[in-house]
């Protein structure tokens, strides 16, 4: 085994959805190197993230997992149980910005308002409400239900966006969907507030992932994101993790129901 950087999740069991690649992958990273042992869900092959976990010393599971199912989230929780025992931490980061794919900044600079709610396809906006909503509440409540059974508590935490918060023209399946997430994180922290499970969210401003792969060379996509961002700069899934990492260590055990926005400055106005 390896030796854990300060050891923040030692002997924990941590469940994390799209952690084949960006801040899913950099979270189970992360969590590794803090001493975590990871399960990582993802439609994707998730080798390259299984050998980074096994890298800081630490045992991993992949498990193919479409967040959209409730059989599958089920199965997933119950795969971490038959390998590990438990489940401490739980990050549900699968998640799109378009039902085509690209991201949604790309998307809205190129579409000269063809993405706007009233042009919009009603099933373009059902998927990604599907993957960003409805995956993220069944992701929730079969970790949930494992936490509650074991009865000594955990940590969910759930991606949202800064979209959240900020309405962005073109973007509404992306907007609503993740104020969906970050409303049934409120929720959800209330309702198990005194079951010693933590609900929270971390709210990423533009980051540097495959879900914006090259925003940099598009000059009207990365001004329009820039123009909101008093930092100039994407944000790295690794400082997205840290974020996460915080939710998921004793160093939050007062924090539920909140949202925590590592965005680059974007709500100092």
Not at 89 to 99: F, L, M, R, W
Request: aromatic residues 4%.
């Amino acid at each position: 085994m390896g030796t854990a950087l300060n050891g923040k999740l030692e002997g924990k069991v941590a469940v994390i959805t799209g952690g084949a690649s960006g801040i899913g992958q950099a979270t189970a990273a992360r969590f590794a190197e803090e001493g975590a042992d990871v399960v990582v869900a993802d439609l994707a092959p998730g080798d390259e993230t299984v050998a980074l976990v096994e890298k800081a010393g630490r045992r991993a599971l992949y498990v193919r997992t479409d967040t959209t199912s409730e059989a599958e989230c089920d199965a997933l929780v119950d795969a971490a149980v038959a390998e590990f025992g438990r489940v401490d931490v739980g990050v549900a980061s699968a998640g799109i910005a378009t039902a085509a794919g690209p991201s949604n900044v790309q998307t809205r600079v190129a579409s000269e308002g063809a993405t706007n709610v009233v042009n919009l396809d009603v099933a373009a906006f059902q998927r990604v409400l599907d993957v960003n909503v409805i995956g993220v509440l069944q992701t929730d409540r079969a970790l949930a239900r494992q936490m509650l059974a074991q009865g000594d508590g955990g940590s969910i935490i759930n991606i949202a966006s800064s979209a959240a918060k900020i309405p962005l023209a073109g973007a509404s399946p992306y907007c609503v969907s993740k104020a969906g997430v970050w409303m049934l994180t409120k929720v959800m922290a209330l309702e198990l507030a005194r079951t010693g499970i933590r609900v929270n969210a971390v709210g990423p401003g533009y980051t540097a992932t495959p879900m914006i792969d090259g925003i940099e060379d598009n000059e009207a996509a990365f001004a329009s994101a820039m123009s909101i961002t008093p930092m100039n700069r994407l944000g790295r899934p690794a400082e997205i993790a840290a974020t996460c990492l915080h939710l998921a260590s004793a160093e939050s055990t007062f924090t539920t129901g909140q949202l925590l926005l590592p965005a680059g400055g974007q709500f100092t106005g």
